[in-house]
């Protein structure tokens, strides 16, 4: 089971998106969010699809995680045929880091893209495993790459997660990780997961920036015998 970023050229059609001057002050607002670390406002500024996978309980634990933000600059606005992506940068303590925020036609955060470049890939996908697995969809898809962040959905994410489970039953814990390739536009993470029937291992493949852009999960399993699981 694999799902991972594939060339893909939308129809033509009639721009829905904000106006760039409407972008910036969606930006500027989510931004505001993040700056106060107001998990309440956050949450509300979240498109519908996420707001479905997360709570404002999780948005504030999510947030805590994260270095405070001293300042911002919006750098570019580029506006599509249904959204809006702003391209910002936010100043912490340890430095500027970029951020990716796309917008709907309603000011609503659709996904964004952060900077992993300082984040060993086998952390990433470390992360990436263990939010999943605890259901923790929004932040599981922080590490996903934009163009990834389209084509699935939260609720996909999560129902693909629900049928690993019934080939491997529940999760129990990440053993380890092993990085296959590293250091060029692919890069392969091998996650050893344990669950309560069997142990397997979860392919993510990440881009040059520490992005996640792939991820095979096994449709079925082969039992010690060499038998193929239904």
Same mark, same amino acid.
């Given at each position: ?43 509300? @500024? *979240?498109?519908?699809? #996420? =707001?479905?996978?997360?709570? /404002?309980?999780?948005?504030?634990? %999510?947030?805590?995680?994260? &270095? ?74 922080? @590490? *996903?790459?934009?163009? #990834? =962040?389209?084509?699935?959905? /939260?609720?996909?994410?999560?129902? %693909?997660?629900?049928?690993? &489970? ?65």
């Amino acid at each position: 089971m694999v799902f991972a970023c594939s060339a893909w050229l939308p129809p033509a059609l009639a721009s829905s998106a904000l106006n760039p001057e409407q972008a910036r002050n969606a930006a500027a607002t989510i931004i505001e969010g993040l700056q106060r670390r107001n998990n309440q406002a956050i949450y509300n @500024l *979240l498109a519908p699809d #996420l =707001q479905r996978s997360t709570t /404002p309980e999780r948005v504030r634990e %999510r947030m805590q995680q994260q &270095e405070p933000i001293l300042s911002s600059r919006i750098k570019e606005v580029l506006v599509g045929a249904d959204d809006s992506t702003v391209e910002v940068e936010l100043l912490t303590a340890t430095g500027t880091h970029p951020l990716v925020l796309v917008i709907d036609d309603r000011g609503r955060l659709l996904g964004w893209e952060r900077d992993l470049n300082d984040t060993p890939v086998r952390q990433v996908a470390n992360n990436f495993i263990k939010a999943l697995s605890q259901g923790k969809v929004v932040e599981a898809r922080s @590490l *996903l790459s934009l163009q #990834l =962040q389209e084509q699935i959905s /939260p609720q996909d994410m999560l129902n %693909r997660w629900k049928d690993l &489970e019934k080939l491997t039953g529940t999760f129990q814990r990440v053993r380890g990780t092993v990085v296959a390739s590293q250091g060029g536009d692919q890069q392969l993470v091998l996650v050893t997961t344990q669950f309560n029937r069997l142990t397997d291992n979860l392919f993510v493949i990440l881009d040059s920036g520490n992005h996640i852009i792939g991820i095979d999960f096994p449709e079925q399993l082969k039992r010690q015998d060499g038998a193929s699981t239904p």
